[in-house]
């Protein structure tokens, strides 16, 4: 049991590659012990490639690692060296089925530490001697122990191949240079590896720049994304106390329009409660005097009653004549309406300028990327589907929505509208309620002669001429135009004709980032009517507008 524990001891102390106990023991970066010598002489075999590893772990390092005497290490393997280790048994010397073996070694093979190009053998450290002592010996090619080597030798003239065939591109001995590959394009293996050594280290020198290109690559995306960091957190901590500011004002205007409420219900309370109990006062001392004048007209002497009696003059200048007279109001009513006024506004402020947040933190975009494919089947479209509700706030005096605010008909005559600032004034046009971003799809279906259908900025004006407020009029909308079989696409007053009239039923697609807003014809296929390819720096509204013959209608398609 003694024994196997020095065993054991003396495995943990060796080199796996030269398998004997560690001389000069160095340890790499993955935590693997070697000999100085053995894992130098391995790593020069893999200057070449460039890339240098780890005979266990088989861990990589870009740059060779610097080699340092592990002198803590060094120490226990000569403690180990004086209990008796070195007299353990050798057999890690020994070939084994994964090792070179020497072909010199008669019976039991030791490993060979290195291969003759030359010779086309392998030798053990013994045999491999005379190759550093004989002369001629000393000028053949030794390489790390091959089992290849015979990979070398010419199957056909069983020489070696030292000459290389650039004509077929494979290696060929003399005896093949001038038989079957007779006036072929032949050169020793020595230049070709020569010239291929020169392509290679062109090669080398590109990746080597590919690395470092993508190594500042990866250290400029480090700093980018610190950046984003920080201005994500600076925004938020900014949005937050912005928020907690209009949160403070909401309160504080609550709280003002509170106390002003109660000062003025105490105010108009204490003139109700003056004017009340002089009333009370007044009633008090008119029941005083009524009790007064029953008391006299009961007296039987007539003297006394006509010296008592007060003038029927007096007794009528005395008659009370109620002054009180309430205004027919609410009270506070209109109060309530007030604030629910202002709390429509600012939903509406509050929906318009979150779509315009929203388009902002979208736009953070700081990688250059190609746009997403538009899709090229209705199935890919109707992904995008989004659902259109119309803005009664939008519509023209003579257009009549229903169907949920999906459908819009012309009617010719005014319909009960409110009056509102976003209503379109000159022409029968409506909005959409949804601000667009990102990628949308809808279709609207047409019964109608004469209609627009089309997408604008929120901000396009409600009245004034054709340049200023019809679709496809000015630079802030884009329009398909129908108008009795004719078909054109309209944008900044330039018109565009399209050749297929069809349009009973329209597909629109828009993206919003990547600029493309595209029009389709669907009728059991999708045919492309007309694409734009642009910048849009705002949310759009989807519109329609549509005319000339009342009943005519067009209505936006609950798809799926």
Request: proline letters at 3%; a neutral charge.
């Amino acid at each position: 049991m003694a024994q196997k524990g020095v065993q054991l001891d003396q495995e943990s102390f060796s080199c796996s590659i030269c398998l004997d106990l560690l001389k000069d023991p160095v340890t790499i970066p993955c935590g693997h012990s070697y000999c100085m010598s053995c894992i130098k002489a391995h790593w020069d075999g893999e200057d070449q490639k460039g890339i240098h590893s780890c005979p266990q772990c088989r861990k990589t390092f870009t740059a060779r690692p610097v080699l340092e005497k592990n002198t803590m290490l060094a120490d226990l393997v000569e403690q180990l060296k004086k209990t008796g280790l070195q007299a353990a048994p050798a057999d890690h010397c020994y070939a084994g089925a994964e090792d070179v073996a020497c072909d010199f070694c008669s019976g039991r093979k030791l490993k060979a530490i290195k291969s003759c190009l030359s010779c086309l053998a392998s030798y053990c450290e013994n045999h491999l001697q005379p190759h550093y002592d004989v002369a001629p010996l000393r000028k053949h090619k030794l390489v790390e122990p091959s089992k290849k080597l015979q990979e070398n030798i010419c199957s056909v003239h069983d020489e070696v191949m030292k000459m290389f065939c650039r004509t077929d591109q494979k290696c060929i001995c003399y005896l093949c240079s001038v038989e079957e590959h007779k006036g072929h394009d032949t050169v020793s293996a020595a230049a070709e590896r020569t010239e291929r050594q020169r392509e290679l280290e062109g090669s080398r020198q590109q990746i080597q720049q590919r690395i470092q290109d993508a190594e500042k690559d990866v250290k400029l995306l480090q700093q980018e994304l610190e950046a984003i960091h920080r201005s994500a957190d600076k925004t938020v901590e900014h949005s937050q106390k912005i928020f907690s500011q209009l949160i403070r004002l909401l309160q504080k205007r609550s709280s003002d329009v509170k106390q002003q409420i109660r000062s003025q219900q105490e105010a108009e309370g204490s003139r109700v409660k003056e004017l009340q109990e002089k009333l009370e006062q007044e009633i008090t001392e008119l029941k005083r005097k009524d009790a007064e004048l029953q008391q006299l007209s009961h007296t039987e002497d007539h003297s006394q009653f006509l010296h008592s009696c007060p003038s029927v003059a007096a007794l009528r200048g005395a008659t009370h004549s109620s002054s009180i007279q309430i205004r027919p109001l609410r009270h506070f009513e209109d109060v309530t309406a007030a604030v629910s006024e202002l709390r429509d506004k600012l939903q509406d402020i509050l929906r318009e300028e979150w779509t315009n947040i929203s388009l902002r933190v979208a736009e953070v975009d700081v990688l250059l990327s190609q746009p997403e494919p538009e899709p090229t089947s209705r199935a890919g479209f109707l992904k995008y589907s989004c659902e259109i509700t119309l803005d009664p706030n939008t519509a023209h005096r003579e257009l009549l929505l229903s169907e949920g605010n999906r459908k819009v008909t012309f009617m010719r005559q005014p319909q009960s509208y409110s009056r509102h600032p976003d209503r379109f004034t000159e022409y029968w046009q409506v909005l959409s309620r949804e601000s667009l971003t990102g990628r949308c799809y809808w279709e609207v279906e047409t019964r109608a002669e004469a209609f627009y259908v089309a997408v604008a900025y929120k901000n396009i004006s409600r009245a004034g001429s054709w340049r200023d407020c019809g679709f496809g009029g000015s630079d802030k909308s884009w329009a398909l135009y129908y108008n009795f079989g004719s078909l054109e696409f309209l944008h900044n007053n330039i018109k565009t004709s399209i050749s297929d009239p069809q349009a009973s039923r329209v597909g629109v697609y828009l993206d919003h980032r990547a600029g493309i807003l595209s029009f389709y014809s669907i009728s059991g296929t999708m045919t492309l009517l007309h694409r734009v390819q642009t910048t849009f720096t705002q949310p759009l509204c989807a519109g329609v507008c549509v005319y000339m013959i009342p009943g005519d209608s067009v209505e936006f398609c609950k798809v799926k």
